[in-house]
């Protein structure tokens, strides 16, 4: 095996694999380094995402959504269903099958594309030479023109409450619970946290969620937010704002939780599992040699400019690892940026159109600024919002919760936000995406045709909306 690569990746994650399989397809040589481990012991490519992120949350999502109908909207459609019973032996069994075969994907992707595979920590010693240490130990040093670093992120710990991988569990933990908690706590109402809440108590946990913050769902548009924690309270899941977790002790089969609530007062909550779902922190640790010149943040991200380039010639970071949101297709697209950036071609990421998503039911999806954000900018606006109640197609499938909304510049006609939810949020949000992507003009939206009748009539029902020429709802006056 040759010692020296044009191109090294750290970090098999939906960051680095992909970055790596663009780098071969210019023809370059590749190593990618991946230091994942799964409990049995078993490596696995595909990082965070593929093992215990993106993949075994939407399985879950999707298998508990399905159980959810079938108890509670069967019956609207005159489908009589009794004795349904869940076997989460089974479900956690497809959930790993899915999980096993996608991340060997990668593999056999890295295969095709003639990208060699190495298990093992990697840390970048200086720029041009990476020591990769296999997982029995071994160590040697690999030269490389360009290494791209896309170690990702881990759960953050909270010092009060340390994981203890029993009762006190990260996000990891908690997709591979093997029974349901009767009583479960989540801390942190972020996207983790509520995809969470929403599988274990759709399972049937009580389910507690500690939020620190006021405001419920911050970073979407007000509206949505106000949508979407009317429809996790309907669900059941009590969601408590402005309560901040202070302690937590594990003793005798429960977890003792306490917080301080929205008024200041102590108060605590016994719960028999704990999710900490607080956030993530970039993979930074035992990365860098000393002397690397490559600079972390306050916060551990690696610092690097729009390109992804982190100042020291032909060091790339990309991904979790640096600033933006931690998303699994943000990374994915810096990984091909700079794989074409090494190659010498044309490459750029656009942030602005990134979409955001959120598994739950119904779905939650957005692109580009909220309502709240255009106004605090002073720029003229105007709003166009279609509910999926009149939307024919959701109605058939009893799932006519939600809108979609545009917020569009008054003066020039620009889309500069689209927020869903409702059912296939997260899908019709691409539409949203690639008329931003384009350019694309509220008018735009409005004049090309969407087949009847599909969800997808609700973006330009909304567009029409905007400027008051809605078809198939009321325009307000
Ligand atoms: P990672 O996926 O974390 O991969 C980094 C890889 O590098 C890992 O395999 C790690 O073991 C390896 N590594 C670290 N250090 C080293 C080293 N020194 N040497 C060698 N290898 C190393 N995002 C979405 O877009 N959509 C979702 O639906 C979604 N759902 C999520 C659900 C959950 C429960 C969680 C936890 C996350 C979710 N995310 C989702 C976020 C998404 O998983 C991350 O944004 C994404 O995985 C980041 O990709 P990455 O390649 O930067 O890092
Ligand atoms: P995210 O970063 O989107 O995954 O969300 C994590 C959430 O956890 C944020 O909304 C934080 O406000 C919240 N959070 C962080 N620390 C605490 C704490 N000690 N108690 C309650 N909520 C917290």
Redesign the pocket.
């Known amino acids: 095996m040759a010692d020296s690569y044009d191109v090294v990746v750290i970090g098999g994650g939906p960051a680095g694999y992909p970055a790596a399989i663009r780098a071969a397809q210019n023809r370059l040589s590749v190593a990618c380094i991946d230091a994942w481990k799964n409990r049995d012991g078993s490596t696995a490519l595909g990082g965070t995402c593929l093992n215990a992120g993106c993949i075994p949350s939407k399985v879950l999502l999707e298998s508990t959504e399905l159980l959810h109908r079938a108890q509670h909207e069967f019956a609207a459609h005159g489908i009589r269903a009794s004795g349904i019973s869940v076997d989460l032996a089974a479900m956690q069994k497809r959930r790993a099958t899915i999980v096993k075969g996608m991340t060997q994907g990668i593999a056999g992707l890295f295969k095709a594309a003639g990208v060699t595979a190495l298990a093992g920590h990697g840390k970048l010693l200086a720029a041009g030479r990476v020591a990769y240490t296999s997982h029995d130990g071994a160590q040697r040093e690999i030269s490389a023109k360009h290494v791209i670093l896309a170690s990702g992120s881990v759960p953050v710990e ?1 010092k009060a409450m340390p994981f203890d991988g029993r009762q006190i569990i990260d996000s990891w933990g908690a997709l591979e619970l093997d029974a349901v908690p009767q009583r479960l706590g989540v ?7 509520l995809e969470l809440g929403s599988v274990w108590r759709r399972l049937g946990s009580e389910v507690v969620v ?4 006021p405001d419920f769902l911050p970073m979407a548009d007000g509206a949505v937010s106000k949508e979407a924690l009317r429809h996790f309270k309907k669900l059941g899941l009590d969601i408590r704002l402005g ?4 302690a937590a002790k594990a003793a005798k089969g429960a977890v003792d939780v306490a ?1 301080t609530d929205a008024q200041g007062a102590a108060q605590s909550v016994k719960v028999d599992t704990l999710v900490v ?4 922190r970039p993979n930074s640790r035992e990365l860098l040699a000393d002397g690397t010149g490559v600079k972390l943040d306050e916060r551990g991200f690696v610092v690097v400019d729009e390109a992804c380039r982190t100042g020291v010639p032909n060091v790339w970071a990309v991904g979790d690892l640096v600033r933006g949101p931690m998303l699994a297709h943000k990374g994915k697209e810096e990984g091909v940026m700079v794989a074409d950036l090494i190659a010498g071609h044309f490459a750029e990421v656009n942030y602005k159109t990134i979409p955001s998503v959120i598994y739950t039911a119904p779905e939650i999806a957005w692109v580009g600024e909220t309502e709240e954000q255009v106004k605090a900018s002073g720029r003229p606006y105007k709003v166009g919002t279609f509910p999926f109640m009149a939307s024919g197609r959701a109605r058939a499938m009893e799932a006519g919760a939600g809108f979609a909304k545009i917020v569009s510049a008054a003066d020039d006609d620009e889309i500069l936000g689209v927020h869903v939810i409702g059912p296939m949020a997260g899908e019709l949000i691409a539409e949203a995406v690639l008329a931003m992507e384009y350019s694309a003009s509220t008018e735009d939206l409005q004049r090309t045709i969407h087949a009847h009748p599909t969800l997808s009539e609700a973006l330009h029902e909304a567009a029409l909306a905007a400027d008051k020429r809605a078809i198939d709802i009321p325009n307000k006056a």
């Open positions: 909270l801390i942190g109402a972020g996207v983790i946290g500690l939020e620190a913050l309560t901040k977790v202070t917080y779902a607080v956030g993530r």
